[in-house]
T-cell receptor, first 112, second 114 residues
Framework: DQQVKQNSPSLSVQEGRISILNCDYTNSMFDYFLWYKKYPAEGPTFLIS?????DKNEDGRFTVFLNKSAKHLSLHIVPSQPGDSAVYFCAASGNTGNQFYFGTGTSLTVIP | NAGVMQNPRHLVRRRGQEARLRCSPM?????VYWYRQLPEEGLKFMVY????????ESGMPKERFSAEFPKEGPSILRIQQVVRGDSAAYFC????????????FGSGTRLTVV
C-alpha cells in the first residue's frame, strides 16, 4: 500500500534550467510533507518541508508547492546545478502517526 | 549526516546467522527510528523507540526482528536467522521530540546476506 508515490524514477535537466520533481499522496490525513536528498552510500538529508496550512515554501533555490485538493506536491529547483544530482524522496506524515511515509524516489541528473 | 552514527557501514552475513546493527542518535535526541530500504524501493518504517521503550513497531516483521534502545548505549536492531530477503540498507534516524518535523538520518548499514 504505497501512500506516497513518485511516478518518475528519473529526470535529466540541463544546468541552469528548472528541475520539477513531483509527488502524489493518497491519505487525506497527512498534514506535513518533506523532501529529502540522497547521495549514493549516504543517508537521506533533509531539504525542505511544508505544512498543510501552506501551499508554498521557499528556501533559496528550492521551492515546494502543495496542492491539497489534488493531493500533490512538487519540488522546484532553480537554477539547477550539477551538485543537485541525487535521488530525491518525498515523505509525508499525519499528526497521529509516528512515521513518515516515503515515496520511491526520483533520480535527478543535472547535465553540465 | 553528522551526528547520527551507525555501524557497521557494511555487514555481510551467511544465511541463518544473526545481524546486529547499531545506532547512536544525535546528542540531545531521545527518539530513534529505524527504516529499511530494499533495492529499487523507498524507505519503509520499521520501528520507533524512546529510551527503554518501544513506541511503535508496526513496521517490524513479526518474526526474527527486534529492536531496543537501552538507557545507556546505542539503539540496536537485531535480525536473527537472516535470509537473503533481509539484504537491504537499514537507516536509523533521530529527532528531539515525539512529533517530529524532520529526522536526521545516519549513513546507514548495508546488510548483505550470502
Amino acid at each position: 500500500d504505497q501512500q506516497v508515490k513518485q511516478n518518475s524514477p528519473s529526470l535529466s535537466v540541463q544546468e541552469g534550467r528548472i528541475s520539477i520533481l513531483n509527488c502524489d499522496y493518497t491519505n487525506s490525513m497527512f498534514d506535513y510533507f518533506l523532501w529529502y536528498k540522497k547521495y549514493p552510500a549516504e543517508g537521506p538529508t533533509f531539504l525542505i518541508s511544508i505544512s498543510s496550512i501552506k501551499d508554498k515554501n521557499e528556501d533559496g533555490r528550492f521551492t515546494v508547492f502543495l496542492n491539497k485538493s489534488a493531493k500533490h506536491l512538487s519540488l522546484h529547483i532553480v537554477p539547477s546545478q550539477p551538485g543537485d544530482s541525487a535521488v530525491y524522496f518525498c515523505a509525508a506524515s499525519g499528526n497521529t502517526g509516528n512515521q513518515f511515509y516515503f515515496g520511491t524516489g526520483t533520480s535527478l541528473t543535472v547535465i553540465p | 549526516n553528522a551526528g547520527v552514527m551507525q555501524n557497521p557501514r557494511h555487514l555481510v552475513r551467511r544465511r541463518g546467522q544473526e545481524a546486529r546493527l547499531r545506532c547512536s542518535p544525535m546528542k540531545g535526541h531521545s527518539h530513534v527510528y529505524w527504516y529499511r530500504q530494499l533495492p529499487e524501493e523507498g524507505l519503509k518504517f520499521m520501528v520507533y523507540l524512546q529510551k527503554e521503550n518501544i513506541i511503535d513497531e508496526s513496521g517490524m516483521p513479526k518474526e526474527r526482528f527486534s529492536a531496543e534502545f537501552p538507557k545507556e548505549g546505542p539503539s540496536i536492531l537485531r535480525i536473527q536467522q537472516v535470509v537473503r530477503g533481509d539484504s537491504a540498507a537499514y537507516f536509523c534516524a533521530s529527532s528531539p521530540s515525539a512529533r517530529n518535523y524532520g529526522y536526521t538520518f545516519g549513513s546507514g548499514t548495508r546488510l548483505t546476506v550470502v
